[in-house]
């Protein structure tokens, strides 16, 4: 047996080696470069009475003899050194009674099953650029199906996937909606597109349990999720915008101020709000300089401003979402699209489709012209000199005409146009905002009447201030003529 002095520094073996065992692993504890030489001797004897070869630990060159006492660390052979870890308590183990060591206990309360969560997808696409998938019917649920995702397409790059059942579009519930206004809404938002889906299993499990999948979308925003506001600001000559920026916080984090009862607080704005962008141009991007002038810029009458308050925007921070027009709620815009649904007369719809060229930007559009006197094209509210969007709910501007031609004919005695006055697309054209996303309804019945839906008017109009949601969807007759159960390409 070890003598005491070594019991001091050498952690003991529990009981002598036997030959051919794996030697018990070793700790010095050396105070100083004196113990460090005599503990080394004893290792010696110790090996030669156990008979068990240990590796011998050369002395180390070049480090100063004091600092050996203190730390272990620098010695250039680490490798020779190995840490002596106590051996675990004996227990033993009786399956009558089950595991006796505590650590190893499993609680008789297990965590319950995560639900499902929902997974948001923001689609991204380019002018004229499809967001890459079908949409159907699931015939079994009526759930609305994802189909067929094409490959390196906005939605792929989403993270959609094929069979993904879409809770929302936009921030607005959508299960089970008529599949038709639901296309509607997604051919109408413009470049950007936001849904909130689950996937195949996570819905069938859904489904069988009961959950509310309205309140698991909303509790996917978080308790204050709010919806920006697109507010469009008429300048006052004494009041001006009625409004001020300030910045505060990070850099390009501007915070509003408005005037009681001016024309900001008309629009929607509200003392607090956090102005997100003006004008089509994004506000953290400008300096507190350049915002001021862009606010007070002469021979404007008035200024388009994107805003929400503060728990909104922490809640879209959570998300790592942006704050986008596409999700906003809109008041007072000057310029509307509206949707006409015509019934062919005797002599058809009585208006001409023209392709021309615009002198400023040189930019092709399909302007409606000639609209007969008394002619369906009339009473429908067709006006000179618009522009044609959207044919059966198809965007159509960057079609060739005779295309557009072609689906106005093969719709039969009724189709449904989309239009907007020449100033209007110029106006959401400078925003980077579809015209479709906010939009008046305006149908014939057959009797010849005409209904207009509740939606903002421009300074010309009666009504100012009405409030407006994200793509404006009506229940039209003639639109889409594709069937309810079939694909939609999107």
């Given at each position: 047996?070890?003598?005491?002095?070594?019991?001091?520094?050498?952690?003991?073996?529990?009981?002598?080696?036997?030959?051919?065992?794996?030697?018990?692993?070793?700790?010095?504890?050396?105070?100083?470069?004196?113990?460090?030489?005599?503990?080394?001797?004893?290792?010696?004897?110790?090996?030669?009475?156990?008979?068990?070869?240990?590796?011998?630990?050369?002395?180390?060159?070049?480090?100063?003899?004091?600092?050996?006492?203190?730390?272990?660390?620098?010695?250039?052979?680490?490798?020779?050194?190995?840490?002596?870890?106590?051996?675990?308590?004996?227990?033993?183990?009786?399956?009558?009674?089950?595991?006796?060591?505590?650590?190893?206990?499993?609680?008789?309360?297990?965590?319950?099953?995560?639900?499902?969560?929902?997974?948001?997808?923001?689609?991204?696409?380019?002018?004229?650029?499809?967001?890459?998938?079908?949409?159907?019917?699931?015939?079994?649920?009526?759930?609305?199906?994802?189909?067929?995702?094409?490959p390196w397409s906005p939605a792929e790059l989403s993270g959609l996937r094929e069979a993904d059942r879409v809770?929302?579009?936009?921030?607005?519930?959508?299960?089970?909606?008529?599949?038709?206004?639901?296309?509607?809404?997604?051919?109408?938002?413009?470049?950007?597109?936001?849904?909130?889906?689950?996937?195949?299993?996570?819905?069938?499990?859904?489904?069988?349990?009961?959950v509310d999948l309205q309140a698991l979308a909303r509790s996917s925003k978080g308790e204050y999720w709010s919806?920006?506001?697109?507010?469009?600001?008429?300048?006052?000559?004494?009041?001006?915008?009625?409004?001020?920026?300030?910045?505060?916080?990070?850099?390009?984090?501007?915070?509003?101020?408005?005037?009681?009862?001016?024309?900001?607080?008309?629009?929607?704005?509200?003392?607090?709000?956090?102005?997100?962008?003006?004008?089509?141009?994004?506000?953290?991007?400008?300096?507190?300089?350049?915002?001021?002038?862009?606010?007070?810029?002469?021979?404007?009458?008035?200024?388009?401003?994107?805003?929400?308050?503060?728990?909104?925007?922490?809640?879209?921070?959570?998300?790592?979402?942006?704050?986008?027009?596409?999700?906003?709620?809109?008041?007072?815009?000057?310029?509307?699209?509206?949707?006409?649904?015509?019934?062919?007369?005797?002599?058809?719809?009585?208006?001409?489709?023209?392709?021309?060229?615009?002198?400023?930007?040189?930019?092709?559009?399909?302007?409606?012209?000639?609209?007969?006197?008394?002619?369906?094209?009339?009473?429908?509210?067709?006006?000179?000199?618009?522009?044609?969007?959207?044919?059966?709910?198809?965007?159509?501007?960057?079609?060739?005409?005779?295309?557009?031609?072609?689906?106005?004919?093969?719709?039969?005695?009724?189709?449904?146009?989309?239009?907007?006055?020449?100033?209007?697309?110029?106006?959401?054209?400078?925003?980077?905002?579809?015209?479709?996303?906010?939009?008046?309804?305006?149908?014939?019945?057959?009797?010849?009447?005409?209904?207009?839906?509740?939606?903002?008017?421009?300074?010309?109009?009666?009504?100012?201030?009405?409030?407006?949601?994200?793509?404006?969807?009506?229940?039209?007759?003639?639109?889409?003529?594709?069937?309810?159960?079939?694909?939609?390409?999107?």
């Amino acid at each position: 047996m070890a003598s005491p002095d070594l019991m001091q520094d050498v952690t003991r073996f529990p009981r002598k080696c036997k030959k051919g065992e794996e030697q018990e692993k070793l700790l010095l504890t050396d105070d100083s470069q004196k113990n460090f030489v005599k503990n080394l001797k004893k290792l010696e004897k110790l090996e030669k009475s156990s008979r068990v070869p240990i590796r011998k630990i050369e002395e180390p060159e070049t480090r100063d003899p004091q600092d050996l006492g203190a730390n272990l660390e620098p010695f250039p052979h680490s490798e020779d050194f190995v840490t002596i870890r106590s051996s675990p308590p004996n227990f033993t183990f009786n399956p009558k009674e089950g595991i006796d060591n505590p650590a190893l206990v499993i609680s008789d309360d297990p965590e319950p099953e995560p639900g499902p969560v929902p997974r948001l997808c923001h689609l991204k696409c380019l002018e004229g650029q499809n967001f890459g998938f079908y949409l159907q019917v699931d015939q079994s649920s009526s759930a609305l199906e994802v189909r067929v995702v094409e490959p390196w397409s906005p939605a792929e790059l989403s993270g959609l996937r094929e069979a993904d059942r879409v809770l929302e579009v936009n921030e607005e519930f959508v299960d089970k909606m008529d599949i038709r206004r639901v296309v509607r809404k997604i051919r109408s938002c413009g470049l950007n597109l936001f849904m909130l889906v689950l996937n195949r299993e996570d819905y069938q499990q859904a489904e069988e349990t009961g959950v509310d999948l309205q309140a698991l979308a909303r509790s996917s925003k978080g308790e204050y999720w709010s919806r920006p506001r697109l507010c469009h600001v008429i300048r006052h000559p004494d009041l001006g915008l009625g409004m001020t920026v300030s910045m505060q916080g990070p850099k390009g984090r501007y915070v509003v101020t408005t005037v009681v009862d001016g024309p900001a607080e008309e629009a929607g704005v509200k003392t607090g709000d956090r102005l997100i962008w003006v004008n089509g141009v994004t506000a953290s991007t400008l300096t507190h300089a350049a915002l001021s002038r862009t606010m007070k810029k002469k021979g404007e009458d008035s200024v388009t401003v994107l805003v929400i308050d503060g728990d909104g925007e922490a809640a879209f921070a959570r998300r790592r979402t942006a704050v986008l027009p596409v999700l906003a709620e809109c008041r007072g815009l000057p310029y509307v699209a509206k949707t006409m649904a015509l019934e062919k007369g005797d002599d058809g719809y009585g208006f001409l489709l023209r392709e021309e060229k615009l002198a400023s930007s040189r930019r092709t559009v399909h302007v409606l012209r000639e609209v007969d006197v008394g002619s369906p094209a009339e009473a429908a509210g067709m006006e000179d000199g618009d522009l044609v969007l959207a044919v059966n709910g198809e965007l159509v501007e960057s079609m060739e005409h005779e295309d557009i031609v072609k689906r106005i004919r093969q719709s039969g005695d009724r189709v449904s146009l989309s239009s907007i006055s020449m100033a209007g697309r110029h106006f959401y054209r400078e925003l980077g905002i579809s015209p479709l996303l906010f939009r008046e309804r305006l149908i014939v019945r057959t009797d010849g009447q005409t209904d207009v839906s509740d939606v903002s008017k421009n300074r010309r109009g009666a009504r100012v201030g009405g409030l407006m949601y994200p793509t404006v969807c009506v229940e039209e007759d003639g639109l889409d003529q594709q069937s309810g159960a079939g694909d939609f390409f999107l």
